[in-house]
């Protein structure tokens, strides 16, 4: 165990790595691997709302998401196939470069499609950019853990997590101002160029020094070994179980209330204007502050307290929605509700995503988070994409948020008791020790 994960008690300390390198270039990072989320995510929502398509079927289309959840079957390839002539750059450079290409590809496909005339059509191309988002997100991902020292991990996590926020509003918030003025094809074509900082931020920093390759893949067997060795590896370690169901589970209530929120300010009557001040400014700020408090939190507190301590915060947060819903449309409610959920979201991305990266095995980075990252929403997803619309219309907006409220219930206790256990400080990996140079 770190130094950083059990907590440091000088607040210098804690805010320093903020301006070094690595976590800097995870901030870059982050910018690129949010706007595909925010492409099929509220913005393909709203677009969908908006051209007067069905509730049942815009929440059906947050299915797209789960080819985030499946991206640990094709991760091991971006661990072990070199790429010819980029992949003298690095292995995790060149991906980066390629990945980027693809998830601009995407989007743009996605720009040329009319959900009012070809429905099935844009769900092949909501799809295709979630391949292709979730691609990139296993490159950005290795990339990052790789590239950030132990005791970067927190910091560096939070700054991802400002550049993941920065670049999904950004580009949610650029594409609902060009929808207004030019449609929602010029609007996506535009959002593509974010793709770009990631791929400048391998060619400026290089390969990480920390980067270990698996041996060689010489035929089929090795091939097996490459997909299963990550998941052997990590199923071996004290308690790798009961981790993996906590990892199910701590997100469920989250990820189900997250996707839904703009049914309910379009069903409230609120405008694309007002949107855009309250959910996405408001959010915004509200979001980057928690996340410089995560970050300090986790510097300060340590890995175990910090994540309890956000996992409380991000599960009360779901109650301020049926708050909102209660009491009507309200914009003073609505940036209160979107304000603390934001500001408890921050804490939770800079503690439990460091904690994710410290899972991993510096051999198997890319195969190992994409596994823990897909695990992590997997649930809710499932269940917004193919109930959460039609336990809107049943329930109401009030039960429904008081329901993923109770659902955070498990995962809370769940982290406790394995840090009564000492599961915990079992379960990390290598990238939470340090290593020599490459």
Known sequence: MTDIAKGSANWLDAVKPYVQKAPLGAFFLGISSGFPYAMIGATLTTRLAQDGIDKKAVTAFT???LVYNLKWLWAWVVDGVRLPVIGRLGQRVSWLLVAGVFVMAAVANLALVDPTTGLLQTAYAAILVGIAGATFDIVIDAYRIETLRPEQLGVGSGMSQYGWRIGSVAAGALALVLAARIG??????????????????????????????PTARRGLGEVWDSIAGPLVEFFRRRGAWLV??????????????NLTFRLLFDDMGYTNDEI????????????????????????????????????LLMGVSNFSFALLAALGKSNWGMAGAIGFENFASGIGGVTVVAYFSALCDLRFTAAQYALI??????????????????????????????????????????????????????????????????
């Open 63 to 65: 299915l797209a998401f």
């Open 184 to 213: 929602w094809h010029g609007a996506y074509l535009a959002c593509a160029i974010f793709a770009l900082p990631a791929m400048l931020t391998g060619l400026v920093l290089g390969e990480p020094e920390r980067h270990r390759e």
């Open 244 to 257: 993996l169901l906590f990892i199910l589970l701590h997100k469920i209530g989250d990820t189900l209330a």
């Open 276 to 311: 855009a001040i309250y959910d996405v400014g408001i959010g915004f700020w509200a979001y980057l502050i928690g996340i410089f408090v995560g970050g300090v939190l986790y510097a300060r507190m340590g890995m175990k307290r910090s994540v309890l301590v956000s996992l």
């Open 373 to 438: 990252s897909a695990a992590a929403s997997i649930v809710g997803r499932f269940l917004t994409g193919t109930t959460a619309g039609a336990m809107i219309e049943r329930f109401g907006y009030v039960d429904f948020y008081l329901l993923t409220t109770a659902l955070a219930v498990p995962g809370i206790v769940l982290f406790w008791l394995m840090m009564r256990a000492g599961l915990i400080d079992a379960s990390v990996g290598s990238a939470a020790a340090p290593q020599p140079a490459a």
